[in-house]
């Protein structure tokens, strides 16, 4: 059980398109989603946190205009990179949790490269 | 707020030997700790965790881990590491509300 599926898992486009990842839990309801990014070598860096049909909490430094959140649904959230730069490739990992008493459930991640 | 400190960024080991990674953690209040692995390309999968109750933690392939509260540590062990251990090992910590902060990982190489 607790299965978070993102998609796309990998992602390579030219500079100044916009990309959305996807981040769904499969068979548990998610509260709260979480999104990371990970530069080569790095650890996780929490970008935002997302409730269910809430705006999105960004961490400091974090552009929301750049990284655009959305969690319609107790299972899907997304992350839209928008008029992407080749500074903007990373990988991109989502988690989520039902609720703050549990712990987060990782996703595979997305590898964004632009170009 | 809470922060996490691995001490090794890489720890190589020979096949069958025993490994240690080490994870120190600060925090005004009490914590949540966590050992995540990281294989390549992939998101983090938890490992083990230690939530309350009894110090000592073990996973089901083979790893353990154990708090201490005085020496602010977790440190994560294996006593016959394989091939397939070769991961990203992250060390991270929350607070009641499950937010986490992780460590700057340690790359574990195993070798034949």
């Known amino acids: 059980g607790a299965v978070v599926s993102q998609h796309p898992s990998r992602v390579i486009c030219k500079s100044g398109t916009s990309v959305k990842i996807e981040c769904r839990s499969l068979?548990?309801?998610?509260?709260?989603m979480f999104w990371y990014r990970q530069f080569p070598k790095q650890s996780l860096m929490l970008m935002a946190t997302?409730?269910?049909?809430?705006?999105?909490?960004?961490e400091q430094g974090v552009e929301k205009d750049k990284f655009l959140i959305n969690h319609a649904s107790l299972t899907l959230s997304t992350l839209t990179v928008t008029s992407a730069h080749p500074e903007d490739s990373s990988f991109y990992i989502c988690s989520a949790r039902v609720d703050r008493y549990q712990p987060q459930h990782f996703g595979d991640g997305t590898r964004l490269s632009i170009l | 707020a809470q922060s996490v400190t691995q001490l090794d960024s890489q720890v190589p080991v020979f096949e069958e030997a025993p490994v240690e990674l080490r994870c120190n953690y600060s925090s005004s209040v009490s914590v949540y700790l966590f050992w995540y692995v990281q294989y390549p390309n992939q998101g983090l999968q938890l490992l083990l965790k230690?939530?309350?109750?009894?110090?000592l933690v073990e996973s089901i392939n083979g790893f353990e881990a154990e708090f201490n509260k005085s020496q602010t540590s977790f440190h994560l062990r294996k006593p016959s590491v394989h091939i397939s251990d070769t991961a990203e090992y992250f060390c991270a910590v929350s607070d009641r509300d499950y937010k986490l902060s992780f460590g700057a990982g340690t790359t574990v190489t195993v070798r034949a």
């Open positions: 068979d548990f309801q998610a509260t709260t």
């Open positions: 230690y939530l309350s109750g009894s110090t």
């Open positions: 997302s409730n269910e049909g809430s705006k999105a909490t960004y």
